[in-house]
């Protein structure tokens, strides 16, 4: 069962457009961390618990979320099958030639897809671009809860901070950090609300290697310097790379008339319990 959504009070003209949808941003500034994969298959899980489901894509160019979507409407028109399929919008960065009105154009057509998709739904998933950008920081100043996916690698975890390689002390948080910390001051600004920010771990090796241990030690180390807390995500398996062609996730597969066998279910356990670690769901 989805958790109930709260009520949010609305504080004059600058308030928060949304009346009661909740607000969940998939973010970070580095591509191929499984943050398209992430966002389907939380959507699909919110979905399937009775939750009423909008998403946002602020990835344009690339469209990944889009195109997923659009991959999983034409299995379900191929197949005759119906799905959960959430309702989805594109909010493109802004062609006006100035950047001030390129920006204001920016905040206008997002605060706008918010509103117009709040009040028919209990969660709005705001995918973001892979990049640093104006369009992004304002999604990021719209969550509630925003999930930053990273892979099991101290690649990732440059994203975040930056690591003495010979000690593993956190030297500085990284530019995104800093970034969603000036976000998160917008969001309070805004509407008094604070954000929950939760980094996933995806890709995780199901070995103990030394590499596993040490990204884990560093990211226990940052949780409280930058105000996260982390959440095991997604194996890695190579059924992920495959679904994206049919839109499918893996709560689908049985639905769709292909059953599952056992290390599937394994890993919609792992759906599961990330949906649990997020507070998105209850065991009811």
Known sequence: MVVPVQAVPQTGPAASPRSRARIIVVGNEKGGSGKSTTTMHIMTGL???????????????????????????????????????????????????????????????????????????????????????????????????????????????????????????????????????????QRFARDRQSVDWVVIRNRLSHLDARNKRNVGHVLKSLEKRIGFRFLPGLSERVIFRELFLSGLTLMDLDRAGGGINMAQAAARQEVRALLLGLNLVTDD
């Open 47 to 185: 979905l399937l618990e009775g939750g009423r489901v909008a998403a946002i894509d602020l990835d344009a160019k690339q469209r990944t979320l889009t195109r997923y979507l659009e991959n999983r409407k034409a299995f379900m028109e191929r197949n005759g099958l119906r799905l959960p399929m959430p309702e989805y919008v594109v909010v493109p960065e802004s062609d006006r030639p100035l950047k001030s009105e390129a920006e204001a154009d920016e905040a206008e057509r997002l605060a706008a897809a918010i509103a117009g998709l709040s009040p028919a739904h209990d969660f709005i998933i705001i995918d973001c671009p892979g990049s640093d950008s104006h369009l992004s920081r304002l999604g990021h100043s719209y969550a509630d809860l925003l999930i930053t996916p990273v892979n099991d690698s101290f690649i990732d975890v440059d994203l975040l901070a930056t690591v003495d390689p010979d000690t593993l002390r956190v030297l500085k948080p990284s530019r995104y950090a800093v970034m969603v910390w000036e976000q998160r001051k």
